[in-house]
């Protein structure tokens, strides 16, 4: 029998057991032999790797639902907490004492001085502000019967700027609205507050980087000693893509997109900032 | 679907059956992890990895389930994650600073095979895989790929691996992987 025979009969379990005992025999005192065989093990470790890792994939592309170690919220407590966050924008809004400019769509403004406090990428209350504002923009077609919705619709009262055409334009709200806001379940893409399902992996064993982090085909590596369940991702969707950071032992991090290769965590320092981030952290937790 | 169904269906090589599970029994079988101090990733990880153990018992008809499928692959969770801690504890910190990695070469080797594999047509690969991994015999082959008869996936079967082979052995020259 020909060594590449012998060695498939071999792995295909076709050998007796005194046929195999003398194949492993041979192997030690056949160096061409041994080649072969750790050729062919190579390979079929190969198929069997191949399709381990397929299975696995299909397992990781099914919606679980409640992932990674950020929280999952539904969007009963999404609404109050955007409505939260609305009327936390307004009353800001109101002391800062901005002007109404008449060339200006209020919402704008209002997102404006909000990004004072969020990285400009951010569009978390300017979705929310927009959504909820058209929404008292054509109260008249549809029907709004959440109270953050309705608060804000007093407020837009007092706002005559808000009912600008402009404000329709960019937002595609369908006549289904509240439906599209409240998704039957889970998050929709469209979420401004989407807590992240991002993929995470935590590696201890770099010496080199002991508070790092990398994002690498969509997942998010943490270099160092990070506590398991101590720290959040939190993620905004803005229409510049998603803003990422990290909550870990009562500090935040900014984690950009951008980051392919291994870099250090940064601090986000500004207080307007951290105070923004607390308060969804809080909102969410509630 | 009940338990005897999702089991027969995972017996017959249906993935999806396999999917409806995973989701069924995920936050179970992750918080055993979760609790015992793993990480969300490590408890998602350690539950796919069971998963593929229990699929590969069912398929290859190994498997004489005498308890439910849940406290199955619940044991072996616990397994898996019982000797994730015990190599974490065998790490002292030196090995830590230098942790075995695969080798260049042999991590070069494995990716020229997964090349070679994915250059292969679909039936050829699937052949091999429900084969090699699945432990599918020549008759389950043939009724899943629609072959004629069993000595046609044998057939199949033995000149998929040849041409495989052939390519691993074609690149593996080239990179100056053969002695």
Redesign the interface.
């Known amino acids: 029998m020909k060594n590449?025979e012998l060695i498939?009969a071999y792995f295909d379990g076709e050998l007796s057991e005194i046929e195999k005992e003398s194949f492993i025999k041979n192997l030690d005192q056949d160096p061409i032999l041994k080649?072969e065989f750790n050729?062919?093990s190579?390979?079929?470790?190969?198929?069997?790797?191949?399709?381990?890792a397929?299975?696995?994939a299909?397992?990781?592309a099914?919606?679980?639902g409640?992932?990674?170690?950020t929280q999952h919220l539904n969007w009963g407590k999404m609404s109050v907490i955007g409505g939260v966050v609305l009327l936390g924008i307004l009353t800001y809004y109101n002391l800062q004492n901005t002007q109404t400019e008449t060339t200006q769509v209020a919402p704008k403004e209002v997102s404006e001085s909000i990004d004072s406090l969020i990285p400009s990428e951010s569009v978390l209350s300017e979705v929310d502000v927009n959504k909820y504002e058209n929404e008292s923009v054509s109260a008249d077609d549809q029907k709004v019967s959440k109270p953050a919705v309705k608060a804000q619709e007093k407020v837009a009262i007092q706002k005559p700027d808000i009912n600008k055409p402009e404000l329709v334009e960019p937002l595609e709200i369908e006549s289904d609205e509240e439906s599209e806001l409240i998704p039957e379940s889970g998050f929709a893409d469209e979420s401004p507050i989407k807590l992240s399902n991002i993929?995470?992996?935590?590696d201890?064993?770099k010496?080199r980087y002991s508070f790092h982090y990398q994002i690498k085909e969509g997942k998010l590596f943490l270099f160092g000693d990070f506590d398991?369940?101590l720290y959040e991702i939190l993620e905004f969707n803005s229409s510049e893509g998603k803003i990422l950071y990290l909550y870990y032992k009562q500090s935040y991090y900014d984690l950009k997109q951008s980051a392919s290769e291994i870099t250090a965590l940064k601090e986000i320092s500004e207080p307007a900032l951290i105070n923004k981030l607390e308060n969804v952290r809080k909102d969410i937790k509630n | 679907m009940n338990e005897k169904d999702l089991f027969d269906k995972i017996c017959k090589g249906d993935?999806r059956a396999?999917?409806v599970l995973?989701?069924k029994y995920?936050?179970m079988m992750t918080q055993m992890v979760?609790k015992n101090?793993?990480?969300?990733?490590e408890a998602?990880d350690i539950y796919?990895?069971a998963?593929?153990v229990f699929?590969q018992k069912s398929v290859s008809g190994n498997l004489v389930l005498t308890s439910k499928i849940s406290t199955y692959i619940y044991s072996i969770c616990q397994n898996l994650w019982r000797k994730e801690l015990d190599r974490k504890k065998r790490l002292s910190s030196e090995e830590?600073?230098s942790?075995e990695f695969p080798t260049h070469d042999q991590e070069e080797?494995?990716k020229l095979?997964?090349e070679?594999?994915?250059q292969m047509g679909d039936t050829c690969?699937k052949v091999?895989?429900y084969y090699?991994?699945?432990g599918l015999s020549m008759q389950d082959i043939a009724d899943k790929l629609g072959f004629a008869n069993t000595n046609t996936a044998k057939t199949k079967k033995y000149k998929c691996?040849q041409k495989?082979?052939e390519l691993?052995?074609t690149l593996?020259s080239e990179k100056d992987f053969?002695?």
């Open positions: 590449s498939n080649q050729l062919q190579q390979i079929i470790e190969g198929i069997k790797s191949t399709r381990k397929e299975l696995i299909r397992l990781d099914v919606s679980i409640t992932s990674g170690t993929d995470i992996e935590v201890n064993s010496k398991k369940g | 993935e396999l999917e995973y989701k995920y936050r979760i101090s793993g990480s969300e990733q998602k796919q990895e998963l593929v699929w830590r600073d942790p080797r494995a095979i997964n070679c594999i994915n690969r091999l895989m090699y991994f699945d691996k495989l082979d691993v052995k593996y053969l002695d």
